[in-house]
Antibody, heavy 118, light 112 residues
Framework: EVQLVESGGGFVQPGGSLRLSCAASGFTFSEYWMHWVRQAPGKGLVWVARIRSDGSMTNYVDSVTGRFTISRDNAENTLHLQMNSLRAEDTAVYYC???????????WGQGTLVTVSS | QSALTQPASVSGSPGQSIAISCTGTSSDVGAYNYVSWYQQYPGKAPKLIIYEVSNRPSGVSNRFSGSKSGSTASLTISGLQAADEADYYCISYTHRTTTTWVFGGGTKLAVL
């Protein structure tokens, strides 16, 4: 059974940093592209970042470019999102998502809440 | 403002059919068959229900179907049930920007 379990969310002041992690199991992690998608309270889904299966390529939504870094450890089956210079508008539930072979998002974690506030 | 346009809400009665549209451009929905649909209950993670425009993952009811015409994709739910009341999102691959993926703003389905 595919499982994606996020951790690392919490409360942080503007300008602060957080590192999210996603523990993957039930599939060959190193064969899949992985993504982070976020959802602000009461709002829609927003794609944040993606990383190639071998970690050699990354892409980001413009609003987080230069502040967030997606990375992965294929030996540990773990996905990370390093978030720096956090802003109030980064407040959201962050989902770890697997990209399926049909260019879809076939498995989602349960999400971890990040709250940025003074 | 989302890149893909969905109606904010739709409603229907049990047993009826409804359709949710997802309008993009020639750079995303109109260019690729990489349109997928997701169902999300309050407080829960989204669930994939349609991929590549019209394919259903294993275990998804055949009451859910997808289609596309030009730059508009559609999700149809037939034989509406109370359990279908949820938010629905469309997602498309895009070559428009480095963003790569564009999302719809979501549609709240009410089963009256």
């Amino acid at each position: 059974e595919v499982q994606l379990v996020e951790s690392g969310g919490g409360f942080v002041q503007p300008g602060g940093s957080l590192r999210l992690s996603c523990a993957a199991s039930g599939f060959t992690f190193s064969e899949y592209w992985m993504h982070w998608v976020r959802q602000a309270p009461g709002k829609g889904l927003v794609w944040v970042a993606r990383i190639r299966s071998d970690g050699s390529m990354t892409n980001y939504v413009d609003s987080v470019t230069g502040r967030f870094t997606i990375s992965r450890d294929n030996a540990e089956n773990t996905l990370h999102l390093q978030m720096n210079s956090l802003r109030a508008e980064d407040t959201a539930v962050y989902y770890c998502v697997r990209q399926g072979v049909a260019a879809d998002f076939d498995y989602w974690g349960q999400g971890t809440l990040v709250t940025v506030s003074s | 403002q989302s890149a893909l346009t969905q109606p904010a809400s739709v409603s229907g009665s049990p047993g009826q059919s409804i359709a949710i549209s997802c309008t993009g451009t020639s750079s995303d929905v109109g260019a690729y068959n990489y349109v997928s649909w997701y169902q999300q209950y309050p407080g829960k993670a989204p669930k994939l229900i349609i991929y590549e425009v019209s394919n259903r993952p294993s275990g998804v009811s055949n009451r859910f179907s997808g289609s596309k015409s030009g730059s508009t994709a559609s999700l149809t739910i037939s034989g509406l049930q109370a359990a279908d009341e949820a938010d629905y999102y469309c997602i498309s691959y895009t070559h428009r920007t480095t963003t790569t993926w564009v999302f719809g703003g979501g549609t709240k389905l009410a089963v009256l």
